[in-house]
């Protein structure tokens, strides 16, 4: 039995409503099928792959000595509005904040008045260790272990700054708008 061609009207009136020309065949239609279902599973793995969740984030902290109690994480929240944690591996876990305008001016003043020996390296570390609430950078050893690595301070820098709203100069025009 030979299958009936469709017009053009009629394709473009199934393609419309959402549907399949009538002119395919049915395994055309099956592999099109798999095809919308492993793009959906493709699209579930990778949210299962994605960062977790702040409950599971809290919870974890759990699992660390001296880690901060949910109730000191929502009080440091409450202080400082944004809090956010960077991990390095399972064991290099840490909390901070954006850095603060006044902050910022103190380390940029310290940086003028020490302009010969003040390199970019201390402004990020002195950055970095103002907004570090966890683990705390004076008491805590686990954050000398953590920041014994050349790349930590860096990026966990470019995370405050970022978090602060520093944007790079190519990007600063994406949030301005002309009314």
Known sequence: MKSQKATKEQIAEFVQAGGTPPNLSEEKKEKEEELVEKKEEDKKEKEEESLPSQEEIKEAYKSFPNAPSLEQIEAWKAE?????????????????????????????????????????????????????????????????????????????????????????????GLFAAEL
């Open 80 to 172: 400082h509005d944004n809090v956010f944690t960077s991990a390095f591996s399972k064991k290099e876990v840490m909390i901070w904040r954006p850095i603060t305008r006044s902050e910022y001016r103190n380390i940029r003043l310290l940086a003028q008045q020490n302009q010969e020996s003040f390199s970019q390296l201390d402004y990020e570390e002195i950055t970095v260790e103002t907004c570090m609430l966890w683990p705390d950078p004076k008491t805590d050893g686990n954050f000398q272990r953590i920041m014994k690595k050349a790349g930590v301070f860096s990026t966990v820098f470019e995370q405050i700054q970022q978090a602060s709203h520093f944007t790079p100069p190519g990007a600063v």
